[in-house]
């Protein structure tokens, strides 16, 4: 079946930018996600780009969207201890979403 | 507050005892589903349903069953759990299918199965 991988673990020092990386193998996928999640709560959907662009940037968050290559990543600038959380990157076609497995960021003070 | 409630949060039970674990949104959403997430594996699809009595399987359906008899409502039933449906299960709701950049997400269920 169709892939989306993410390495599990990324630790940065306040301040620091953040780059957390994906990558998929499904080239049918039409809108890419990036997904936080907090201790003890539910996904927040923090953005997501359509297959077609390139780049896509909301205050902090920039994403970046190699399309040949499947890569997909999420930078974070100024990364703050409220960053930390659990990154999921997803991907969706017309029929289904598929979620990485997260990656954990730690932000150290 | 447009959101997707579960209940309960958190639970322990033992192998064979018929649990349902409830979802609940309030924004009218058609498409709700959901999913188990383990460690190292993200988030799986269990089950979806596209509209009221419209229901279908994800990847990991077996051992659940689910029921839509009203759109607001989409209850995960696990007539006979096992350990190895010990997991952190999360509904979610969009307006409809794959309109995933719209989907709420719930808080998320904790299930302990000894």
């Known amino acids: 079946g169709e892939d989306v991988e993410q390495s599990l673990f990324l630790s940065v020092r306040e301040g620091d930018s953040s780059v957390i990386n994906c990558t998929y193998t499904d080239s049918s996928s039409t809108y890419l996600y990036w997904y936080k999640q907090e201790p003890g709560a539910g996904l927040q959907l923090l953005t997501y780009i359509f297959s077609n662009m390139d780049m896509k940037q909301d205050q902090r968050l920039t994403v970046l969207l190699n399309k040949k290559d499947k890569h997909l990543s999420l930078r974070i600038a100024d990364t703050q201890t409220g960053d930390s959380a659990i990154y999921f990157c997803?991907?969706?076609?017309?029929?289904?979403?598929?979620f990485g497995a997260g990656t954990r960021l730690t932000v150290k003070p | 507050e447009a959101q997707v409630t579960q209940n309960p949060r958190y639970l322990i039970t033992v192998t064979g005892k018929k649990l349902t674990v409830t979802c609940s949104q309030n924004m009218n959403h058609e498409y709700m589903s959901w999913y188990r997430q383990d460690p190292g594996l993200g988030l799986r699809q269990i089950y979806y349903?596209?509209?009221?009595?419209?229901?279908d399987k994800g990847d990991v359906p077996e051992g659940y069953k689910v029921s839509r008899k009203e759109k607001r409502n989409f209850p995960l039933i696990l007539e006979s759990p096992s350990p190895n449906q010990t997991s952190l299960y999360f509904c979610?709701?969009?307006?409809?299918?794959?309109?995933?950049?719209?989907?709420?997400f719930g808080p998320g269920t904790r299930l302990t199965v000894l």
């Open positions: 979610a709701s969009s307006p409809a299918e794959g309109l995933y950049n719209e989907q709420f």
């Open positions: 349903s596209m509209n009221v009595e419209v229901t």
């Open positions: 997803a991907e969706s076609n017309n029929n289904d979403m598929r």
